[in-house]
């Protein structure tokens, strides 16, 4: 990995980075689209590169079941068997620790897995992550941490931060034996729940094994978390994270946690919300989401977004088209898939050209009276921009403040 950052926010933590791995560069900030299973759902892979995504993200997991390292390694990876050109990412596996909880057993050697296809019990160790990290062939692969959600409280919590911590050590001492480390970056994970000592705790251990990963991430967070909690967890990390590597926060998609973290000094992020909330028909615009299962939009003749440049709005497929398609016909997913997803890239294209032109801070504000308009802006969100330098409020004072999550998404259906 080559890791260079080439501009600064003078306002914010906010950068832009240069990140040559073995399939091409990426430019960070960057949000990844999720490949579960080998594939964006809907897309084929020459269609998420036309949009113009240069990074995304597979499971472990779900391709160590299905289609197996055996198929994998005939196949010289998943590059080659998705027909994916660009740069790839993989988890651990270690979500799925929360995500199966009930069909898992975690003990200090890994953890014991009952298939959810036929029951069939399959331990993942630290080394066997990295093995099938090696025969995906991903350009970035995660450490297996021991993660819990982030709910939990009690010595559960601080149990699963040390020994993510001795996990990294093994998964390092693997995937160092593999020779594999010019082309597969290791990144290890912070860990420590919502409590800040255990944070501070797992983020000094983890920079002490700088010289032995390629980057960081933040895990453990998203998970039904209160938001005014989550961004000072992402804040602290980021802070202490290293300057010259890439800070990865784990499974977030929604706009304005997207650019939140992205002002804190996040330079990546994931999701599987912008293709999932295409298939129950919600588009994402930069004026709020759109639900178009509502019968207003029966006819309305208009694209979703004007001036979107993706192929479903160029293409001319309308809103009252999508509206009698929707959730019926898979075309309708696609074409909203594509549009979610084009969404998403604009948004952070956007903050990166922002960044470079030196007028982040204005972007910031302009994104979120568009997005949010008159409805009020989320408290969290205002508390968090406001640490970094940026007052959404200036000039606002009639703008209400929406307590809690304040997801925009949630009101589609007003």
């Known amino acids: 990995m080559q ?6 926010c003078h306002t914010t933590r906010a950068r832009v980075s240069k990140m040559k791995l073995s399939h091409g560069v990426t430019m960070l900030p960057t949000f990844m689209p999720v490949a579960t299973q080998a594939a964006i759902k809907g897309l084929t892979a020459e269609q998420v590169e036309a949009l113009g995504f240069t990074l995304i993200l597979n499971n472990t997991y779900h391709l160590n079941l299905r289609p197996g390292t055996q198929i994998l390694d ?6 080659k068997f998705q027909g994916w050109n660009r740069n790839l990412l993989t988890d651990s596996g270690g979500f799925q620790l929360v995500s199966l909880n009930k069909f898992t057993t975690i003990t200090e050697e890994g953890a014991l897995f009952a298939s959810p296809f036929d029951g069939k019990p399959t331990m993942l160790t630290p080394e066997e992550s990295m093995s099938i990290q090696h025969s995906i062939g991903a350009d970035i692969i995660m450490q297996l941490d021991d993660v819990v959600s982030s709910l939990t409280v009690g010595p559960r919590v601080e149990e699963a931060m040390e020994r993510s911590v001795r996990w990294l050590d093994r998964c390092i001492e693997h995937h160092e034996k593999s020779g594999k480390t010019s082309t597969q970056n290791l990144f290890a994970i912070v860990q420590g729940g919502l409590d800040p000592g255990l944070r501070d705790r797992c983020l000094q251990a983890m920079v002490e094994r700088k010289d032995r990963v390629a980057g960081f991430a933040i895990g453990g967070l998203s998970g039904g978390e209160e938001k005014d909690v989550f961004w000072r967890v992402i804040k602290q990390c980021a802070d202490k994270l290293p300057e010259d590597r890439p800070r990865y926060s784990m499974g977030i998609g929604f706009a304005e946690d997207l650019l939140v973290c992205v002002a804190l000094g996040v330079d990546m992020a994931d999701c599987v919300f912008p293709t999932r909330t295409a298939r129950f028909g919600v588009a994402l ?12 939009h029966s006819t309305d003749f208009g694209p979703i977004e004007e001036g979107c440049p993706c192929p479903t709005c160029k293409d001319g497929l309308t809103r009252a088209y999508l509206n009698h398609i929707i959730t019926h016909e898979t075309a309708a997913a696609h074409a909203v898939t594509l549009h979610n997803l084009a969404f998403q890239a604009r948004v952070m ?3 990166r050209d922002a960044i470079i032109a030196g007028t982040f801070p204005t972007y910031l504000r302009t994104f979120f009276a568009g997005y949010f308009g008159d409805a009020g802006y989320p408290e969290w969100c205002v508390n968090a921009l406001r640490s970094v330098g940026v007052d959404l409020l200036a000039g606002k004072e009639n703008i209400d403040l929406i307590p809690g999550s304040g997801a925009k998404w949630e009101y589609a259906n007003a």
């Open 285 to 296: 615009t930069h004026s709020g989401p759109l639900n178009l299962k509502l019968n207003k």
């Open 349 to 351: 294209g956007g903050a």
């Open 74 to 79: 005939k196949a010289h990876g998943s590059h």
């Open 3 to 8: 890791f260079e950052v080439i501009a600064r």
